[in-house]
């Protein structure tokens, strides 16, 4: 099982149906990558809850009129099969208009902040 394709999976059925967010178990890499969908503008908020064991990742989800501001969702990355980049070959999702979330050495970024600190990394999703 892939916990970040799952999460992925879990916001695009609650952006399809216009729920106003979702929930999924909680990780420090599933934060991560909310961090970046927020900092991009693709989602409004993110909080962690619970405590313990039992904690979850909510994650308030951004329209425009009636319509989700996320219009699609990709893993590139799978278990069977890694994507990896080196600093000049950093994706450009949609000729910029997207963003590729990228797991570097140091921590995870979007596409472009990797390309401006010259690391490459394992390519997780691509977000438009």
Known sequence: MDPVADMLTSIRNANMATNPDCSVPYSKLKENVAQILKEEGYITSYQVTGTGVIKRLEVGLKYNDRKGVIEGIKK???????KYVGAG??????????????????GV??????????VGGEVLAHVW
């Not at 970024?109 to 010259?118: H, L, N, T, V």
């Open 76 to 82: 590139i990355s799978k278990p069977g099969l890694r």
């Open 89 to 106: 070959e950093m994706p450009r999702v949609l000729g910029g208009l997207g963003v590729a979330i990228v797991s570097t050495s140091q």
């Open 109 to 118: 970024m979007s596409g472009a902040s990797a390309r401006e600190k010259k």
